[in-house]
């Protein structure tokens, strides 16, 4: 399997004039652990990530190092850390040096690059455009659909169908695919992501099995807890 094929599509992108504050709660509700950030162009120029927000001077964690050892600190580590903590736009915060893939690049050499690079998520990036977003929850799930499906009859097509599902649920209104993640397998659709309510999960699972092709579909949804108790 490839990036394209476990992915979530299309990513959600931040400017680099979008206020801390804002990306701390998009992380937040949309239950992800970074954002890329794009130019005006919509190529990816970095991304901010929970561990860019970790240190901050609204909750008191900025870092703080004896005398001695900032004396001992180069002083460009010195500032970085300052614009961490007080920075209040992606453009200070963010992580310059974007670590990507292609849609094309295999899941053993993703894997390889999320543990040498201590990283949680990769941007698959086209052209300098971010396209999707491959974390360690997606390879788990690659990894689950393959099992599941590994004694299935191999019908070929699988990018095709997920491709046909995400453009019949790109206009609904009623859905956000940056919050769903479709795995197809062997003809075997596996749906995961967050839903608002059963009718939201029994419209998707219609849309998936109305693709011509697919052989079944595995329904992985999780309740949106912060939609439902809201009201």
């Not at 590994?150 to 206009?171: F, K, M, V, W």
Request: net charge negative; with cysteine.
């Amino acid at each position: 399997m490839r990036a394209q094929d476990v992915m979530t599509s299309p990513p959600i992108t931040v400017t680099p004039e979008t206020p801390v504050l804002e990306i701390a709660a998009l992380l937040v509700d949309s239950r992800i652990s970074a954002v890329p950030v794009v130019d005006a162009s919509g190529r990816a120029i970095g991304i901010v990530s929970e561990g860019d927000l970790l240190r901050r001077c609204e909750i008191g964690t900025e870092r703080q190092r004896s005398q001695w050892l900032e004396l001992l600190l180069d002083r460009s580590m010195q500032a970085a850390d300052f614009s961490k903590a007080y920075g209040l736009f992606a453009r200070d915060v963010m992580t310059r040096e974007v670590i990507s893939v292609s849609p094309d690049t295999d899941l053993g050499e993703i894997a390889r690059i999320l543990e040498q690079r201590r990283i949680k998520r990769v941007p698959v990036v086209q052209d300098g455009v971010p396209v999707g977003i491959v974390s360690r929850a997606n390879l788990l799930r690659g990894l689950i659909a393959t099992a599941r499906d590994a004694t299935a009859s191999g019908g070929g097509g699988d990018l095709d169908l997920r491709t046909a599902i995400e453009n019949r649920l790109r206009d609904e209104p009623w859905i956000d695919l940056s919050r769903l993640n479709i795995v197809v397998s062997d003809g075997v659709v596996h749906l995961w992501g967050v839903v608002r309510g059963e009718e939201q999960r029994r419209a998707l699972k219609i849309a998936a099995e109305s693709i011509s092709g697919v052989r079944a579909v595995e329904d992985h949804l999780s309740p949106d807890w912060f939609a439902n108790s809201s009201g």
